[in-house]
């Protein structure tokens, strides 16, 4: 190796290559540059760092891990490595790790607005969005060019019902950065629109580009705003074209969807329920699940309004706390070997994981929501290792149901939701496996029709609280004018009182969503009527 091989200024170079290739997604490229890099010099702390930049691009969790946590060996002042680091370690359910790592991330942070906006968004991703707030703003006067900055604190404005905030800084965004997919979606589902020239303008957009991706987002929000407008033939070709442009992005295994369910049901027996020991009798946790886009938002605010119950977000703490104990590491969240293994959980442990992984976001009130829709797969297991708790699930119209999971793009769940069938054949599993669930558990939870809610809230309301042995309070129903954040996809609705303007809504799409109605009423199901 000649001594230009370990020159700074050739290090250098090759490292503003690397990360040039990085970004431009050549990771072959990258990977080159990085084993050059660090077979010249093992022990230089930007070169790790690459190398995990890079594991997170291809997914693997396990050399990012490794490769940040070199970098806090190497610097351990090196704040966006332990932030990096904080984040692997908070999706992977070790939470004291996480803070451990982000407290250092928050001590050596500086005034880098990178750093800034991604502790910003751990905070937001643990629940804290007060604090991230904070962060997002700094970060944003550190950089205001910066239009990805100005975005997560839009958002995290309009998680506050600050719809105005929230508005105008998306507005300044899209005058920097005019063709942002994600600004103008997130724009179009914050405010209504009261004509097309919003419409007209992403319609040009969506014809200049060919990523399906901002497609997507771009079909979306043209579908809400003509749905803003009732022009719901426009709307409904508009989130077909979105769905359509969304499912081409992503890979769902139906097959293995199929699998899960059908061992779900086989496993989780009466017989199972009589052999399992007893968990926790803890009476804290109250879970709100169900399909999305079923009322469980509005349910964890009503209930959130009561003085004795603070809501903690949608937890990942229950699932996470299955992956550790079983020792799974496949990347699917739920599968059916993730579910033969969790039948041999001990629910005592199973109960005190999730407990002890819940303490930090619990909030300080007796009471405590965890609104993961998808808790509906667990829910035998929740109600064996916390047989204390308190458990709701939402129903809804099973054609309402399916259309409002239709029309919401997503993050990185529910990849059933972007094709007619798809939709239906799961939702009809859906409710397969719920009917089973209430021949063996019916005791151990709760249910609430969405339509019965919206159309006359104290009575749900009232059965409710009765439910969870409190007092009645009439913040209950004033639950909108709580200032606590929502990050669903529900977030500006439930600033208003509840309506029924959704019930009913999927005949506005018979005609063009077809395929998917005549599955479910092939399924068994009756629409009308």
Known sequence: MTSADRNPRSLKSDLRRAFAALNAGQLETAGALCRSILQRAPELPQGHFLVGLLGLESQDRKTAFQAFASVTRLDPTHAAAWAQLARLLQTDGQFDRADQALAEAVRHAGDDPIVLDLIGSLYSLGGEHGQARRYFERAVARAPEQTGYMLNLANNRIYFGDLEAGVELLERLLVQAPRSPQAHWVLANTRTASD????????????????????????????????????????????????????????????????????????????????????????????????????????????????????????????LAVRRLTGHTAPQRYSATLVEQAARVDPARLGQAYLSSARRVRGDTPLFIDKLPQNYLLLPLIATALPGSHIIHLTRHPADACVASFKQLFADAYLHSYEPGEMARHHLRYRTLLDRWRERFDDAFLEVHYEAAAADLEPQARRLIRSLALPWEAACLRFYEQPTAVTTASAVQVREPAHTRSVGQWQRYEQHLAPMFDTLVAGGLTLNG
């Open 196 to 319: 097309t020239s919003h419409i007209e303008r992403m319609l040009d957009l969506v014809a200049g580009t060919d990523h399906p991706r901002a497609q997507a987002f771009f079909w979306y929000a043209i579908g809400k705003c003509h749905e803003d407008l009732a022009h719901w033939d426009e709307a409904a070709s508009a989130f077909c074209a979105g769905a359509a442009a969304r499912r081409r992005t992503l890979q769902f295994d139906e097959a293995a969807e199929v699998a899960l369910f059908e061992t779900l049901e086989n496993t989780f027996t009466e017989a199972w329920r009589r052999q399992a020991n007893r968990g926790s009798d803890e009476s804290g946790p109250v879970f709100i699940l169900g399909q999305p886009r079923t009322g469980t938002t509005l349910i964890e605010r009503v209930l959130s309004a009561h003085s004795a119950i603070h809501a903690a977000g949608e937890l990942q703490q229950f699932p």
